[in-house]
């Protein structure tokens, strides 16, 4: 069956997935983390793409950020793996693959989604009960958008900037966005979305991207959530 094409398009917002293989562990300590930030921020750098929020799970990563070329993802994903599974073969004196083959990826809406999919993703350590406040969990980026810790890989996204005048304004907004959990039919089509490799958006957003790619792009499962998810 062939691979399912993937479409990015510049200054098109895209939320990425990269899991372990067989969902194992790709992560083992906080230096794990660390060095797959570094080259996470060199490659977004040297690739035009900004980040607006990621999560380092245990098992996978979530990316939420604005490519500045067509294949700005996918040379920023291939910079990243060469230089990180090589740390983690090295470090840990293993051989083989690391991630579950491509990388997932759909193309956000930001005027409807964005905020949403950045509470998505830093909400990811609370829905796996790893611990009870995003704030609590040091690998992603909610203590700088929400509280302004000092974060080199970040880039605030417009919508993010609009929420205040100044940053303490705009974070205290951002923070009030957590006041309240994303509805279980948000997270579904969040999930649908980068699971299936489809927009997340309205008809007129889908109907806009093929347009652009010259070809129809489909739309993410339907149907009510899955009442138990072991992996986001």
Known sequence: MPRKPRFYLPGISVHI????????????DEADH???????NEGAERYGFSVHAYVCMTNHIHVLGTPK????????????????????NHQYGRTGTLWEG??????????EYLLACQRYIELNPVRAGMVE????????????????????????HLLYRRLGLDPAARQAAYRELFRT??????????????????????DRFREQIEAAVNKKVGYARR??????????
Request: aromatic share 12%; glycine share 8%; hydrophobic share 30%.
């Open 17 to 28: 997935v990269q899991r372990g293989n067989n969902r194992q562990a790709v992560f083992f």
């Open 34 to 40: 660390r060095a797959y930030l570094k080259w996470l």
């Open 69 to 88: 070329l067509e294949d700005s993802v996918s040379r920023m994903i291939q910079f990243v793996g060469r230089y990180y599974v090589s740390y983690v």
């Open 102 to 111: 491509r990388h997932k990826g759909a193309l956000i809406d930001s005027d």
């Open 133 to 156: 406040t995003p704030g609590e969990y040091p690998w992603s980026s909610y203590r700088a958008n929400a509280f302004g810790e000092k974060d080199p890989l970040l880039t605030p």
């Open 181 to 202: 959990s994303l509805a279980p039919e948000q997270v579904h089509g969040i999930r649908a979305a980068w699971q299936t490799g489809t927009p997340l958006g309205n």
């Open 223 to 232: 149907g009510r959530p899955r009442k138990k998810q072991d992996d986001d």
